[in-house]
């Protein structure tokens, strides 16, 4: 059984950092690309990172880059999204996501597994 579990969420007051981690198992993590969603209220899921199999490649959303940073630990079974200089707009809940390959997702139907989704909520 294939579990994600996120955890490093929080209440950060605007302009401040968190580091959310994705603990995997059941799965080989190291063959498969990762990624990271976020949902604030009444809004859909959308994409904010992902990463390959082996952490050569990144994909980050216009609105986090230059501010966050997606990476991993194979050996840690552990995918991580560094976030700094934190915006009101940020907050939603965070989400990872486990790619059914290794390359770049292309699209949210590429991820067949997700986490149970962490809060990250910045205050102005």
């Known amino acids: 059984q294939v579990q994600l579990v996120e955890s490093g969420g929080g209440l950060v007051q605007a302009g401040g950092s968190l580091r959310l981690s994705c603990a995997v198992s059941?799965?080989?993590?190291?063959?498969?690309?990762m990624g990271w969603f976020r949902q604030a209220a009444g809004k859909e899921r959308e994409s904010v990172a992902a990463?390959?199999?082996?952490?050569?490649?990144?994909y980050l959303a216009d609105s986090v880059k230059g501010r966050f940073t997606i990476s991993r630990d194979n050996a840690k079974n552990t995918v991580y999204l560094q976030m700094n200089g934190l915006k009101p707009e940020d907050t939603a809940v965070y989400y990872c996501?486990?790619?059914?390959?290794?390359?770049?997702?292309?699209?949210?139907?590429?991820?067949?597994?997700w986490g149970q989704g962490t809060q990250v909520t910045v205050s102005s």
């Open positions: 990463i390959t199999w082996s952490g050569h490649s990144t």
């Open positions: 059941g799965r080989t993590f190291s063959a498969y690309a």
């Open positions: 996501a486990g790619s059914s390959h290794a390359w770049l997702p292309e699209s949210r139907a590429d991820f067949r597994y």
